[in-house]
Each structure stands twice: as C-alpha cells, then as structure tokens.
C-alpha cells in the first residue's frame, strides 16, 4: 500500500493492465483523503476487470470508514459518502471543519447487514455453521499409474541415503522438498479430475 500510495507507482501499475485486483486488509483503505486510498481506487482499480477485497475488520473507528470500498464495489448503491453516513450512523457536526461530519455509532444495522450478507462473500466460523453442514465423508482418492512417476522419487530417495551414508546430510532438506513438491504437483490434475466428476453428479463439496 505504501507503494501504491504514489502516483508513478499507481500509474504503472494500471498501465500493466492485470485482470484481477486482490486487496488484502482491505480497510487500509478507509480514509479516502489518504494517498493509498486515492491512487488505489482512482488510477488502480479502473484498471483492471476484477476486484476482491478481502477484510477481517471492514468497520474500524465509525461504520462510514467501509464508504470509500463499498461505494467501488457497488457503485452509485449507497449514494454520496454523506447520504450514507446519514442512513447508517450518527452524523454531528466537526469542531473542526464545518464543511465535514463526525459519525458515531450505527443505525439502520439490519439493512446495511441485509445488503452485505447479499452482496458480498462472508466467512464464517465452522462452528456457525456446522449444524446445517452435511455429514464429512472421507474417501481415499488413488492417483492413476499415468500420474506415477517412480523413477523420479527413487532417485530422490536414493539420493537422500547416499547423504546419510556419506554424512553430507546438508543436501538432504533440499532433496526431502523436492519429492514433496513433486508429490503435491502430482495430485493437482487428479484431483481436479474428481472434483469435476462430482460437481458434474451434483454431489455437494464443502
């Protein structure tokens, strides 16, 4: 974000024309006078075809704070930042600036939690939702001898006891990494080739 915040920086970014924009804290962003919030949203966000904004804290300090983002992902929606602030908080005038609000608090809660559960993908904790979760079955996936590659993890292994004969045991993490790796890349394409079979049968995955 500190990056981002400057103006070259954001232009050549948007200039890379990437097709997703994934923010992460995403209530960085919550003050829309800041550099980041400005370069991100104005030059960044345009830029690209998708978006996601990930947030464990949406609302920090005053529920007008997620303005700046929910306006973005849900343009003209919410209206103006001070509609907004008026539907769902306590507006009171700034000391400070006459021109400017001060929001406490929150109003109209069951509303704006209706048009975010809607709206966007909420993460819940398992044991919110364990009880309308169907019954977990385990099932051993075996991987097709074209995804086997014996060879490969022989050598591997072979390699890892010369090491242990030898005592040059410093070689033997990077090798132990490498079969693992290729082990876990072994298993991606099957895998998604059972992941397939069964959302073509309909059978539901958690």
Do not use: C
Request: hydrophobic fraction near 40%.
């Amino acid at each position: 974000y500190t990056l981002a915040a400057k103006v070259p920086i954001a232009q050549f970014l948007a200039q890379q024309k990437f097709d997703i924009l994934i923010l992460d804290e995403a209530h960085f962003l919550q003050t829309k006078s800041s550099d980041r919030t400005k370069q991100i949203l104005k030059i960044i966000w345009p830029s690209v075809n998708k978006r996601i904004a990930l947030s464990g804290t949406p609302f920090l300090s005053s529920v007008v704070g997620a303005y700046p983002l929910f306006s973005r992902m849900m343009p003209g929606h919410f209206g103006k930042e001070v509609e907004f602030g008026a539907r769902y908080s306590n507006p009171e005038p700034n000391p400070w600036n006459p021109y400017k609000f001060i929001y406490k608090g929150i109003k109209n809660a069951e509303e704006l939690s209706s048009v975010i559960k809607k709206n966007f993908l909420i993460r819940y904790k398992k044991a919110d939702v364990l009880k309308d979760l169907p019954k977990t079955t385990w099932k051993n996936v075996y991987l097709d001898k074209k995804y086997s590659h014996k060879e490969y993890e022989r050598a591997i292994k072979q390699a890892v006891e010369q090491g242990l004969i030898t005592g040059d045991e410093r070689t033997i993490p990077t090798h132990i990494m490498s079969l693992r790796k290729f082990q876990g890349e072994l298993k991606i394409a099957p895998v998604a080739e059972y992941i397939e079979l069964l959302l073509e049968q309909e059978i539901p995955i958690v």
